[in-house]
């Protein structure tokens, strides 16, 4: 359940209030001793954030929040904030940064599946991002965005003991660049392009590894959305990846996964006065082989349809 209370104070900027309360189950049955196991959480959460104006080309937004984690084995609770600001230096060129702090409890899954750990704590992250939005010519936008995050006590399954469970892995630190070109130049066509680079380091202590596995150091995005006529719009996506790497089971041995390339292509119509969304979609559409960790490969080729009803 979400409740969300906004205020516009005009002058002085917009107030919002979130709620938030969740419960999750966990069911479990061995048929063959007829034993079954019945887990559940909560999580509960409170943030406001404050969106404000001082000057006409200065703006900031400052959030906090605490949140709840209430499990049998232990409860958890801890905060969070967000502090943003972008300033325009010229007109079409827009300075921002950014500096949050987030907390991410375990899930069912990394609490009660075969590989899961009850004694997991919350991961806490904090994120840092810098850059610059310019206007081009041609209805064009180009984004530069540098991010650093230190993370503490990352959830993640540990492949060097037997059996792999999940643990918290004391310290992880991800740092890297953005670049996002948008194009508007015709009406109906939305074309953009985005490349990202990432490093990796292991910061815990007794670590063994440098780069974190499973996470790549390439990854480049083309995306396209047409507007067709009769309320219809088609959708189709390329990304590229490469630079990933794994470990063997005592992490001495650091092997590279093959990069991959994956196209996706959807098709969306509107219907009764944008009420109903009917939708296709076709995600991997060329089927290719592909892995994001060693040994576990990605589904294949996979169709979906449906339709959304808002009332």
């Not at 906004?6 to 419960?23: I, V």
């Not at 490093?199 to 790549?216: A, F, H, W, Y």
Request: aromatic fraction near 14%; hydrophobic fraction near 35%; charge should be negative.
């Amino acid at each position: 359940m979400n409740l969300q209370l906004a205020y516009d104070l005009q002058n002085l900027g917009k107030a919002t209030l979130g709620l938030m309360a969740e419960n999750d189950d966990w069911e479990a049955t061995e048929k063959t001793s007829d034993v079954s196991e019945d887990k559940d959480f909560q999580l509960y959460s409170v943030d406001f954030e404050y969106e404000v104006n001082p000057l006409n080309n200065l703006g900031a937004v400052l959030g906090a929040g605490y949140h709840w984690q209430d499990r049998s084995e232990k409860d958890e609770e801890d905060y969070s904030y967000l502090i943003g600001l972008y300033y325009d230096l010229f007109e079409g060129t827009r300075l921002k940064a950014s500096h949050a702090r987030k907390v991410r409890f375990p899930t069912l899954r990394d609490l009660y599946s075969s590989d899961g750990n009850v004694d997991l704590g919350c991961e806490v992250t904090w994120h840092y991002e810098a850059g610059v939005e310019q206007d081009l010519p041609a209805a064009t936008t180009l984004s530069v965005t540098g991010f650093y995050i230190d993370v503490e006590d990352f959830i993640a399954k540990d492949d060097s003991v037997k059996p792999r469970i999940r643990k918290n892995f004391e310290e992880y630190e991800f740092k890297g660049v953005e670049v996002v070109v948008e194009n508007r130049y015709f009406d109906k066509l939305l074309l953009r392009a985005g490349y990202t680079y990432l490093d990796t380091e292991d910061k815990s202590s007794g670590s063994l590894v440098d780069e974190i596995q499973n996470n790549p150091k390439h990854k480049t995005t083309l995306e396209a959305t047409y507007q067709l006529p009769w309320n219809m719009s088609v959708y189709g996506s390329a990304m590229w990846v490469a630079n990933a790497y794994t470990y063997n089971g005592d992490n001495t041995v650091q092997k590279r996964l093959p990069e991959y390339l994956i196209c996706d292509f959807r098709i969306n119509k509107s219907a009764a006065g944008g009420a109903l969304d009917l939708y296709f979609g076709v995600n991997n559409m060329f089927d290719a082989d592909y892995v994001q960790s060693y040994g576990l490969p990605q589904p294949g080729r996979f169709m979906y349809g449906g339709v959304t009803w808002k009332f």
